[in-house]
Protein backbone atom coordinates (compact mmCIF):
# COMPACT_ATOMS: atom_id res chain seq x y z
CA UNK A 1 0.00 0.00 0.00
CA UNK A 2 1.05 3.71 -0.88
CA UNK A 3 0.65 6.46 1.38
CA UNK A 4 -1.87 9.11 0.74
CA UNK A 5 -3.15 12.19 3.02
CA UNK A 6 -6.44 12.09 2.88
CA UNK A 7 -6.52 11.26 6.40
CA UNK A 8 -3.87 13.43 8.02
CA UNK A 9 -3.91 14.46 11.21
CA UNK A 10 -6.93 12.33 12.23
CA UNK A 11 -7.17 9.77 14.75
CA UNK A 12 -9.35 6.83 13.98
CA UNK A 13 -10.89 4.23 16.53
CA UNK A 14 -11.05 0.41 15.26
CA UNK A 15 -12.40 -1.81 17.08
CA UNK A 16 -11.65 -5.89 16.40
CA UNK A 17 -8.07 -5.67 15.45
CA UNK A 18 -6.17 -9.00 16.51
CA UNK A 19 -5.52 -11.10 13.59
CA UNK A 20 -4.11 -10.03 10.30
CA UNK A 21 -6.94 -12.43 8.52
CA UNK A 22 -9.07 -10.16 9.94
CA UNK A 23 -11.17 -7.41 8.36
CA UNK A 24 -10.10 -4.92 11.62
CA UNK A 25 -6.44 -5.15 10.21
CA UNK A 26 -7.52 -4.48 7.19
CA UNK A 27 -9.43 -1.41 7.96
CA UNK A 28 -6.46 -0.24 9.95
CA UNK A 29 -4.26 -0.77 7.92
CA UNK A 30 -6.23 0.85 4.58
CA UNK A 31 -6.33 4.07 7.15
CA UNK A 32 -2.67 4.20 8.24
CA UNK A 33 -1.85 4.21 4.40
CA UNK A 34 -4.20 7.24 4.81
CA UNK A 35 -1.93 8.98 6.89
CA UNK A 36 -4.31 8.67 10.03
CA UNK A 37 -3.29 8.03 13.72
CA UNK A 38 -4.32 4.63 14.97
CA UNK A 39 -6.20 3.90 18.63
CA UNK A 40 -7.19 -0.45 18.14
CA UNK A 41 -8.76 -2.33 20.53
CA UNK A 42 -7.85 -6.38 20.29
CA UNK A 43 -9.94 -8.87 22.75
CA UNK A 44 -7.97 -12.40 22.29
CA UNK A 45 -9.40 -14.27 24.31
CA UNK A 46 -12.62 -14.55 22.32
CA UNK A 47 -10.20 -15.96 19.41
CA UNK A 48 -8.80 -18.20 20.82
CA UNK A 49 -12.28 -20.22 21.37
CA UNK A 50 -12.41 -20.29 17.68
CA UNK A 51 -11.37 -22.82 15.35
CA UNK A 52 -9.37 -19.84 13.40
CA UNK A 53 -7.41 -19.57 17.35
CA UNK A 54 -5.78 -16.44 18.20
CA UNK A 55 -2.80 -14.11 16.70
CA UNK A 56 0.03 -12.79 17.43
CA UNK A 57 -1.32 -9.54 18.71
CA UNK A 58 2.23 -7.87 19.40
CA UNK A 59 3.37 -9.03 15.98
CA UNK A 60 0.01 -7.46 14.65
CA UNK A 61 0.44 -4.17 16.27
CA UNK A 62 4.04 -4.28 14.57
CA UNK A 63 3.01 -4.93 11.38
CA UNK A 64 0.24 -1.73 11.68
CA UNK A 65 3.20 0.52 13.11
CA UNK A 66 5.27 -0.46 9.84
CA UNK A 67 2.59 1.01 7.66
CA UNK A 68 2.01 4.08 9.26
CA UNK A 69 2.61 7.36 7.22
CA UNK A 70 5.23 10.07 8.78
CA UNK A 71 4.33 11.75 12.34
CA UNK A 72 1.15 8.87 12.60
CA UNK A 73 1.09 7.06 15.84
CA UNK A 74 -0.21 3.87 17.04
CA UNK A 75 -1.86 3.06 20.50
CA UNK A 76 -3.92 -0.12 21.54
CA UNK A 77 -5.69 -1.43 24.37
CA UNK A 78 -7.07 -5.16 25.48
CA UNK A 79 -10.66 -4.43 26.50
CA UNK A 80 -13.35 -6.95 26.62
CA UNK A 81 -16.45 -5.12 24.78
CA UNK A 82 -18.95 -7.50 27.07
CA UNK A 83 -18.41 -5.27 29.95
CA UNK A 84 -21.20 -2.98 30.71
CA UNK A 85 -18.93 0.06 30.73
CA UNK A 86 -16.68 -1.07 27.40
CA UNK A 87 -18.27 2.07 24.58
CA UNK A 88 -17.27 4.38 27.31
CA UNK A 89 -13.75 2.88 28.64
CA UNK A 90 -12.59 2.50 24.63
CA UNK A 91 -13.14 5.94 23.71
CA UNK A 92 -11.31 7.21 27.21
CA UNK A 93 -8.48 5.34 26.45
CA UNK A 94 -8.22 6.47 22.67
CA UNK A 95 -8.56 9.75 23.78
CA UNK A 96 -5.72 9.42 27.15
CA UNK A 97 -3.34 8.11 24.51
CA UNK A 98 -3.92 10.47 21.20
CA UNK A 99 -6.00 12.93 22.25
CA UNK A 100 -9.10 14.07 19.90
CA UNK A 101 -10.82 11.08 18.06
CA UNK A 102 -12.28 11.91 14.65
CA UNK A 103 -13.20 8.38 13.07
CA UNK A 104 -14.66 5.54 15.17
CA UNK A 105 -14.80 2.15 13.24
CA UNK A 106 -16.74 -0.33 15.56
CA UNK A 107 -15.62 -3.82 13.51
CA UNK A 108 -15.79 -6.01 16.60
CA UNK A 109 -17.70 -8.89 16.47
CA UNK A 110 -19.36 -11.94 18.96
CA UNK A 111 -18.40 -15.05 17.06
CA UNK A 112 -19.95 -18.71 18.29
CA UNK A 113 -22.47 -20.10 21.31
CA UNK A 114 -25.07 -19.40 18.88
CA UNK A 115 -27.76 -21.99 17.15
CA UNK A 116 -31.27 -22.21 15.50
CA UNK A 117 -34.55 -20.43 17.16
CA UNK A 118 -35.55 -23.66 18.82
CA UNK A 119 -31.33 -23.62 21.20
CA UNK A 120 -31.88 -19.77 21.94
CA UNK A 121 -31.26 -18.88 25.38
CA UNK A 122 -31.52 -15.55 27.27
CA UNK A 123 -27.55 -15.62 28.03
CA UNK A 124 -26.74 -16.51 24.42
CA UNK A 125 -29.01 -13.65 23.54
CA UNK A 126 -28.10 -11.20 25.40
CA UNK A 127 -23.87 -12.18 25.11
CA UNK A 128 -24.40 -11.32 21.29
CA UNK A 129 -26.76 -7.91 22.41
CA UNK A 130 -23.64 -6.87 24.87
CA UNK A 131 -20.72 -7.44 22.57
CA UNK A 132 -22.16 -6.63 19.21
CA UNK A 133 -25.23 -3.78 19.68
CA UNK A 134 -24.69 -2.27 23.21
CA UNK A 135 -20.79 -1.23 23.58
CA UNK A 136 -21.50 -0.09 19.54
CA UNK A 137 -24.03 2.05 20.58
CA UNK A 138 -22.35 3.08 23.50
CA UNK A 139 -18.63 3.57 22.07
CA UNK A 140 -20.73 5.92 19.33
CA UNK A 141 -22.48 8.08 22.05
CA UNK A 142 -19.17 8.73 23.83
CA UNK A 143 -17.55 9.34 20.44
CA UNK A 144 -20.07 11.89 20.14
CA UNK A 145 -19.88 13.65 23.37
CA UNK A 146 -15.47 14.09 23.04
CA UNK A 147 -16.15 15.16 19.20
CA UNK A 148 -15.91 19.30 18.68
CA UNK A 149 -17.96 19.79 15.72
CA UNK A 150 -13.75 20.07 13.47
CA UNK A 151 -14.20 18.61 9.78
CA UNK A 152 -14.08 15.01 9.30
CA UNK A 153 -16.17 13.38 12.40
CA UNK A 154 -17.26 9.78 10.93
CA UNK A 155 -18.84 6.57 12.54
CA UNK A 156 -18.67 3.56 10.66
CA UNK A 157 -20.97 0.29 11.92
CA UNK A 158 -20.78 -3.10 10.75
CA UNK A 159 -23.78 -5.04 10.18
CA UNK A 160 -23.78 -8.69 7.92
CA UNK A 161 -26.07 -10.25 5.63
CA UNK A 162 -29.52 -10.36 7.49
CA UNK A 163 -30.70 -7.39 5.23
CA UNK A 164 -30.75 -10.09 2.17
CA UNK A 165 -31.30 -13.47 2.85
CA UNK A 166 -31.76 -16.28 6.09
CA UNK A 167 -29.20 -16.85 8.72
CA UNK A 168 -31.37 -19.46 10.67
CA UNK A 169 -28.17 -20.77 12.79
CA UNK A 170 -27.19 -17.59 13.98
CA UNK A 171 -30.18 -16.20 15.22
CA UNK A 172 -28.51 -14.17 18.28
CA UNK A 173 -25.65 -13.20 16.07
CA UNK A 174 -28.51 -12.03 13.50
CA UNK A 175 -30.49 -10.33 15.68
CA UNK A 176 -28.00 -8.14 17.37
CA UNK A 177 -26.36 -7.11 13.51
CA UNK A 178 -29.90 -6.30 12.22
CA UNK A 179 -30.59 -3.87 15.49
CA UNK A 180 -27.35 -2.03 14.01
CA UNK A 181 -28.46 -1.63 10.87
CA UNK A 182 -32.21 -0.95 11.78
CA UNK A 183 -30.89 2.20 13.55
CA UNK A 184 -28.98 3.41 11.29
CA UNK A 185 -30.88 6.15 9.79
CA UNK A 186 -31.87 7.30 13.32
CA UNK A 187 -28.37 7.49 14.70
CA UNK A 188 -26.88 8.90 11.46
CA UNK A 189 -29.91 11.84 11.87
CA UNK A 190 -28.69 12.27 15.62
CA UNK A 191 -24.82 12.48 14.63
CA UNK A 192 -25.40 14.85 11.58
CA UNK A 193 -26.78 17.94 13.44
CA UNK A 194 -23.30 17.42 15.19
CA UNK A 195 -21.07 17.79 12.61
CA UNK A 196 -20.30 13.32 12.46
CA UNK A 197 -21.08 11.37 9.20
CA UNK A 198 -22.57 7.72 9.93
CA UNK A 199 -23.29 4.85 7.82
CA UNK A 200 -23.41 1.37 8.36
CA UNK A 201 -21.14 -1.87 6.03
CA UNK A 202 -21.92 -5.28 5.87
CA UNK A 203 -19.12 -7.12 4.48
CA UNK A 204 -21.31 -10.38 3.01
CA UNK A 205 -18.86 -13.53 3.45
CA UNK A 206 -15.60 -12.31 4.10
CA UNK A 207 -13.16 -15.37 4.44
CA UNK A 208 -10.99 -14.03 8.24
CA UNK A 209 -10.39 -18.03 8.44
CA UNK A 210 -13.65 -19.14 8.85
CA UNK A 211 -14.22 -20.17 5.45
CA UNK A 212 -10.78 -21.93 5.02
CA UNK A 213 -11.05 -25.59 5.30
CA UNK A 214 -8.65 -26.47 8.10
CA UNK A 215 -10.03 -23.72 10.37
CA UNK A 216 -13.51 -23.28 9.45
CA UNK A 217 -16.75 -23.67 11.86
CA UNK A 218 -18.99 -25.35 9.07
CA UNK A 219 -19.00 -28.29 6.64
CA UNK A 220 -16.63 -28.40 3.89
CA UNK A 221 -19.78 -28.91 1.69
CA UNK A 222 -21.19 -25.70 2.87
CA UNK A 223 -18.54 -23.50 1.89
CA UNK A 224 -18.40 -25.19 -1.10
CA UNK A 225 -22.06 -24.27 -1.28
CA UNK A 226 -21.16 -20.47 -0.53
CA UNK A 227 -18.33 -20.00 -2.51
CA UNK A 228 -20.77 -21.40 -5.80
CA UNK A 229 -22.63 -17.71 -4.90
CA UNK A 230 -19.22 -15.66 -5.82
CA UNK A 231 -19.11 -15.05 -9.30
CA UNK A 232 -15.97 -13.85 -9.43
CA UNK A 233 -15.15 -18.00 -7.99
CA UNK A 234 -14.09 -16.63 -4.77
CA UNK A 235 -14.73 -15.32 -1.17
CA UNK A 236 -14.65 -11.48 -0.04
CA UNK A 237 -11.16 -10.70 0.97
CA UNK A 238 -10.46 -8.73 4.23
CA UNK A 239 -9.41 -5.78 2.11
CA UNK A 240 -12.55 -5.72 -0.01
CA UNK A 241 -14.85 -4.38 2.65
CA UNK A 242 -11.42 -2.25 4.12
CA UNK A 243 -11.46 0.01 0.91
CA UNK A 244 -14.74 1.07 1.40
CA UNK A 245 -14.70 1.85 4.84
CA UNK A 246 -11.56 3.98 4.37
CA UNK A 247 -13.20 5.42 1.57
CA UNK A 248 -16.34 6.47 3.61
CA UNK A 249 -14.17 7.73 6.79
CA UNK A 250 -12.36 10.19 4.03
CA UNK A 251 -13.68 13.32 2.48
CA UNK A 252 -14.40 12.14 -0.16
CA UNK A 253 -17.24 10.15 1.41
CA UNK A 254 -18.80 12.97 3.32
CA UNK A 255 -21.81 13.17 1.57
CA UNK A 256 -23.13 9.87 2.12
CA UNK A 257 -25.02 9.79 5.67
CA UNK A 258 -27.29 7.10 7.13
CA UNK A 259 -27.04 4.26 4.58
CA UNK A 260 -26.51 0.81 5.12
CA UNK A 261 -23.93 -0.03 2.27
CA UNK A 262 -23.42 -3.62 1.34
CA UNK A 263 -20.01 -4.57 -0.74
CA UNK A 264 -20.44 -8.09 -1.69
CA UNK A 265 -18.77 -8.69 -4.97
CA UNK A 266 -22.39 -9.83 -6.16
CA UNK A 267 -23.05 -12.73 -3.63
CA UNK A 268 -26.03 -14.36 -5.12
CA UNK A 269 -28.55 -15.57 -2.30
CA UNK A 270 -30.54 -17.94 -4.91
Known amino acids: MTHTSTLQGRVA ?27 VQHWTPHDA ?6 DDVEQVLAELEGRLAP ?26 AL ?10 ARSGGDGPLDEQTPAMLDAHWAVNTRSTILATQAFAAQHDGRP ?6 MTSGQLHGPMPH ?28 HNTVNPGP ?9 TADRPPEVLDAVLAHFPGGRFGEPDDPARLIAWLASDEGRWVVGQVLSTEGGFRRW
Open 71 to 96: GARLAATSLDLAEPDAGAALLSRAGE
Open 49 to 54: EQPWGA
Open 152 to 157: GGRVIW
Open 206 to 214: VNTGYLDVE
Open 99 to 108: GHVDVLICNH
Open 13 to 39: VVTGVSRRKGIGFAVASRLASAGASLF
Open 170 to 197: EIAYAASKAALAGLTASVADWLIERGIV
